[in-house]
């Protein structure tokens, strides 16, 4: 029997804070009952939210602090005034200590980031962390990283970015091999950035067995699902996904006006209603809910600040599967086989 | 009485060749009865798709070539072969020479800008061209450059894109005023690549009478229509593009397969039909079809490859505009101002 996982919950993140972080362990707790919780925020106001819910109170510990990052603060405010005292700080704490197996926050992603780096620093042959996301795809699902941590990449950097994301695809989506591409512009000219071309190089000369280069891709084959992991710089990549959000919600909006237009459009809505659930289903952002950060001394995950309960348990459930499939060991033993080449 | 707009077309380029070039142009001309046209293709491939169309045949010109630039050519092999002698080329000649004030491609968008750059040269003041994309929004349209011309970008471009962005908004959407503003990640936190965070200051202290920069936006203020103009560095805007143009065709996939699976849905779809087209027309890529290469001594612009004769009509209508209410001359205009600061 394996140990339980233990989750550190930042208490008072995110737009919604405390109701929400309580009802989504909730709910992530009945899908997993071998976990257990941390729960770091202010105590009188977690007590009632988890006297309601006996299950989830015999499995979570409180942590009482008053002090919360701002969604608004700046990374570096943040570190200043709410370093060794906030709910942030405290839940990235218990995973430095070990105390927690993964820390999970829906709070302001600068801040979250920027302590991460600070407290628990980069991993061994890794200079500059990294945040993965979950893209629903034609296919399925892929992974597409760096979307935002770190702006700027060189070669190196790109390389190390598909070790980290080929390493959460084989955990996440159990692959022997899971195809990798770079994200640049024209896929046949010889054109891109230079250090996009250098890492292809690389990557296409080391020839690994627990990872499929398969060259440069397009904007348009994220969506598609041509690659397992999609690998960009942080800058371009957080460009990328807020801009297929905005399109997502655009065409939504185009329907929901279009199907309202008319009698005969609402009548056909009525007969399709379930067909319209099923969409909205597979592009709900609550179940990819959660950017992991890779690449440092423990895992963190980061919710999205406006996520509901639902989506702070699919946050918690990626948080889950991360540890129990040993994320952090398998980007070791595969940056251990690339520093080895 | 204007004198007609003089259109130059490259009747090699694209997908489809020259049967999409006719019968686009057949289709502007209706639209826009004060036109001529240049068309720079194989003879015994034009004359017969004339033939058949009378009103067209009386207003075009025919320049024989065979040359044309293949769609997979790097943009140096399209400048080294065809040069003098392909299309492409022939096309942006008929500008250079001032026998054309504008000439529409469809071939290959490297080679047409490396042709396009060397012969007609930046404009004083510019140094790097770009191209412009116009973007469907949730409040009308927006212009987003640059989407690809030129990777990476000081802050004086981004504010050179500004420029030229604010003159095609005031010459499109007949405004005074657009609303311009910088693609950043992260709108309250201090982020975001130092040329955004400078080419930003200078455009707040020069407030200008013609423009009116809001400050950053993100990836998912472009389909909302946040500004009229979005500029951005060529790598960012190329991956915004192609990533918006992804999740569209995987929505409308998702659709499709989820309006077919049951009898309900197809029912549903039968009565919804008109608001599922109307949906469709608003997305629809041929209608915002064409890249307009701003900062060059001439006009030029791009369809896309794949467009079908309505989508270069509309390539062909967007550079119609472009002359008719001289956008070269605003950007000038524009410019002067601007170095006069």
Redesign the interface.
Known sequence: MPQNVRIALDAMGGDHGAAVVVEGANISLERHPDTEFVMIGSRPTLEPLLADRPALRAVARIVHTDVAVKM?D???QALRRGRWKSSMWMAIDAVKKADADVAISAG???ALMAMAKFHLKTMVGIDRPAIAALW???RGESIVLDV?AT??ADARHLVDLAMMGGAMARVLFDLERPTVGL?N??V??????EEVREAGLILRQAARSDLDYVGFV???????GTVDVVV?E???G??????????????A???RS??N??L??R??????????A??RD??DPRKVNGGVFLGLNGLVIKSHGAADAEGFAAAIDLGYDMVRYKLRARISEMLGQHADE
């Not at 397009?218 to 598609?224: H, P, Q, R, V």
């Not at 957080?238 to 065409?251: D, H, R, S, V």
């Not at 009548?267 to 319209?276: M, P, T, V, Y």
């Open positions: 608004d700046k990374p570096s302001n992603t600068g629903p795809t034609l935002g702006i700027g994200l512009i024209g046949e000219e010889v054109k891109g950035l397009e904007g348009d084959d994220i969506g598609k960009t942080g800058f371009a957080n460009i990328a996904l807020k801009t297929a959000e905005g399109t997502a919600k655009q065409l909006e185009y329907l279009a199907m237009r008319t005969s459009a009548i056909g809505f009525l007969f399709a209603r379930k067909a319209f099923a969409v597979k592009m």
